[in-house]
């Protein structure tokens, strides 16, 4: 009953709405084995939000664009197929950590999982086999070079002619904008995977995309705009904050002492060396912090992120090379010292907050003066750090999405609201200063203290 009901959830707005009509319902006994396997396997109840629709075309067959936000639960959309149908589906990923990570948790689910790091000679080809033949592998994980070199892409050819690969999961699709003209050409070659692979339905999923990098997005992979389904990006529990300080270090020190020690915080700088003095000053006046940036080695990267994962109060001062994949729901503030690169990637950087649904902030430090290294002033992201409006409303009108009236939850609507200390479950002194919002998704509730001030 539930999965009848799920199929036809009625989106919260108009841009949760799918552009296709969904696939009719699959028969009864589907239905009851979908159940039981998310029961069983998942621990879960039921599909939420945009999950039935973006399942629905998978299980049809049909070629999908999911932009899902963080905490959406893009990856059930090809866990649970892979798990009622024979076969094998491929998953391209973008890092190696994130290959591990994702291989383990699926593992995890019963699925029998590979990743395919490295080069693909003799013996891993061997490997692979063996794993196709005898062990009947259901997900393999693959960088997007490696999918692409020639003996591979060959090996999947035989596979996807022999009717065995049911399914090729583009994961972070935004990769493909971000990367696939730059180090990581081979995001821009996936496209050629429709030639060689025409059979196979293809699901795309990220976690935001605007309107320019979902038109870049779908012509890469050959999609159409039908195959779009979407949910609204809004983050109601992200309180988004833009300082424009003439000494950015100091009041990024000052805002962690203040309102975020004990909490998990996420400090993105531009550049190694910042990254380097910011976590040793950090260090000095009593802050645990770690630097991260990708000319650290991979043993030490490595560690780093183990400690970032596992430190109760973890402060990681690092470039955009750190936080993708990175599994930790409680990251209660994201501070940024520059823009970042995009509208998109401020999106999904900022997205790594309050991951457990908590109020989370979204810091970001911007000194006076343009730098010739920031995007140009006219950029969808530097028009929404210099905007008077609404921040959430600015945020989601550079991913064409409406938003009405006033979100209540940003420093442009509440400019005295301050972080939440760590609640135990016993102080309830603190009260609420905005009630619910109105919103396009619905409403969010925010609290300060009593008098205070910053
Ligand atoms: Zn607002």
């Known amino acids: 009953m539930f999965f009848h009901l799920a199929w036809q959830c009625a989106p919260s707005h108009a841009g949760d709405m799918p552009d296709q009509p969904l696939p009719p319902l699959p028969p009864a006994p ?21 999950q039935p629709a973006v399942i ?30 024979p076969g094998l589906c491929v998953v391209v990923s ?15 689910l019963g699925l029998r999982a590979m990743a395919l790091r490295g080069r693909f000679g003799a013996a891993e080809q061997r490997s692979l086999d063996r794993s196709l ?7 393999l994980l693959v960088s997007p070079e490696r999918l692409l070199s020639a003996a591979f892409l060959e090996r999947m050819i035989r596979e996807a002619r022999a009717g065995r690969l049911h399914l090729l999961v583009v994961d972070e699709a935004h990769c493909i904008s971000e990367w696939g003209n730059t180090f990581r050409p081979a995001y ?42 979407r949910t609204s990006i809004n983050r109601p529990e992200l309180f988004y904050r833009v300082h424009r300080r003439v000494s950015p270090w100091r009041h990024a020190l000052a805002y962690l002492q203040r309102w975020h020690t004990g909490d998990a915080v996420l400090f ?15 260090v000095t006046v009593g802050i645990p912090a770690r630097p991260y940036h990708a000319g650290m080695g991979i043993i030490e990267r490595r560690a780093a992120e183990h400690w970032f994962l596992q430190a109760p109060a973890p402060v990681m001062v690092a470039t955009i090379a750190f936080g993708m994949g990175i599994d930790r729901a409680d990251i209660r503030l994201v501070v940024h010292a520059a823009p970042s690169s995009s509208l998109s990637a401020y999106y999904q950087e900022t997205g790594r907050a309050g991951r457990d649904g908590q109020v989370a902030t979204a810091l970001q430090l911007l000194p006076p003066m343009h730098n010739p290294h920031w995007p ?20 989601m009108a550079g991913f064409g999405e409406p938003f009405a009236g006033a ?35 619905g409403g969010t509730r925010t609290r300060m203290p009593d008098g205070a001030r910053f």
């Open 407 to 441: 979100c209540g939850h940003c420093d442009h609507c509440c400019p005295n609201w301050r972080p939440l200390p760590r609640w135990d479950g016993h102080d309830l002194a603190w009260v609420p200063q905005v009630g619910p919002v109105d919103g396009a998704t």
């Open 376 to 395: 140009d002033p006219d950029s969808p992201i530097m028009q929404y750090l210099h905007s008077g409006d609404c921040r959430r409303r600015s945020l």
């Open 133 to 139: 033949q005898s062990a009947g592998l259901q997900v």
């Open 30 to 50: 589907v239905q009851d084995l979908i159940t039981t396997v998310l029961r069983q396997r998942f621990g879960l109840s039921g599909l939420r939000g945009q």
């Open 56 to 85: 629905a075309r998978v299980m049809a067959g049909q070629d999908v664009l999911a932009l899902l936000p963080t905490g959406a639960g893009k990856s059930l959309c090809y866990q649970l197929p892979c798990c009622l149908r």
């Open 188 to 229: 821009a070659k996936l496209g050629e995977l429709r030639q060689h692979l025409p059979a196979v339905p293809v699901l795309a999923l990220t976690a935001s995309a605007d309107p320019v990098v979902e038109r870049q997005i779908l012509a890469a992979l050959q999609m159409d705009a039908h195959s779009v389904v």
């Open 268 to 282: 993105y700088c531009q550049r190694r060396l910042e990254t380097e003095w910011l976590a040793r000053h950090l």
């Open 94 to 108: 973008p890092l190696l950590a994130l290959m591990d990570d994702q291989c383990r948790r699926l593992q995890a």
